[in-house]
């Protein structure tokens, strides 16, 4: 692409985001970041890349949500206090990382809160991959292997974590269709006519963007 912008996607489990994802960032010639997010952010950092995966899993904490809006201030904490490998450093880590990735390339980067910390960029574009529980039902039988009903829990609770992460580092609601540019049903679309409306919908914004 002759600019640089960066595509980041939240997605429903099932809904085929990633996927969405990865055929964007091939179709378009440039990377594909969601999990390298944590080595990156491991690598620049000299923290143990298990901290940051662990720091992802928020199990019930939901009374701690009541300080959220406080947490994403952006302020890296030096390696000499106790807090080093805090959840605050751990995320800021992480956003010190996207938003470097943001300025250097054009790239697709899948959750991670990515379109949340790139808020206040002109070159970035939010999309929510949605669907029906039926389809996301379709979807994450591929993954596991769960009788319908377990299955059905197991999407709602990782959504619901999914939720729980945002709005406890971030303070905004992950599914809030405010929150982005694009909100697809990609059991409507498919995935492939997912990837034609997102780079329509680039070439559009931004006027003479050429792939």
Known sequence: MNQKITIAINREYGSGGRMIGEMLAD???IHY???EILKLAADDSGINESLFINAEELKGRAALFRAVRSIND???IPP???DYTSERNLFNYQAKIIKKLCDQESCV????????ILNDRPNVVRVFIHAPMQFLLQGAAKKKSLPARELQKFIERTNRKRAEYTEYYTGEKWDDAHNYDLCL????LGYEKC???IKGYMKVRFDGLVF
């Open 195 to 197: 990837v034609e409306i």
């Open 33 to 35: 970041y969601d999990k």
């Open 74 to 76: 952006g302020e890296l």
């Open 80 to 82: 000499e206090s106790t």
């Open 27 to 29: 179709d378009l010639g």
């Open 109 to 116: 980067i899948v959750g991670r809160c990515g379109g949340f």
């Open 185 to 188: 049903d990609s059991s409507k």
